[in-house]
């Protein structure tokens, strides 16, 4: 069945930096695409960033233009998320998503089961 692992998540003082991977299988991840959600404390779930199946497209939340970057390796069935430049605000539970065909308009089907970043003096 569908699995998506996430780590790399963490207390982080503003301004510094995380990357969260999220470790796919059970599908054939090179023909799906990818993205990253969020839900902060208290908030609604948001998108952050979506990739494409190729990883040649990526689009973005504004909130997080310039200091976020999605990544994916095909070859080892995984999509990261670079965060830098981070700020309290993006304190929230991150969650890798699998979206329904090989393009970031799809919907998604399957969530991980999240991992918490902190960011906090």
């Known amino acids: 069945q569908v699995q998506l692992v996430e780590s790399g998540g963490g207390l982080v003082q503003p301004g510094g930096s995380l990357r969260l991977s999220c470790a796919a299988s059970?599908?054939?991840?090179?023909?799906?695409?990818m993205s990253w959600y969020r839900q902060p404390p208290g908030k609604e779930r948001e998108l952050v960033a979506v990739?494409?199946?190729?990883?040649?497209?990526?689009n973005y939340a504004d909130s997080v233009k310039g200091r976020f970057t999605i990544s994916r390796d095909n070859a080892k069935n995984t999509v990261s998320l670079q965060m830098n430049s981070l700020k309290p605000e993006d304190t929230a539970i991150y969650y890798c998503?699998?979206?329904?065909?090989?393009?970031?308009?799809?919907?998604?089907?399957?969530w991980g089961q999240g991992t918490q970043v902190t960011i906090s003096s």
């Open positions: 998503t699998k979206r329904g065909g090989s393009s970031y308009y799809q919907r998604v089907d399957y």
């Open positions: 059970g599908f054939t991840f090179s023909a799906y695409a």
């Open positions: 990739i494409t199946n190729t990883g040649t497209m990526a």
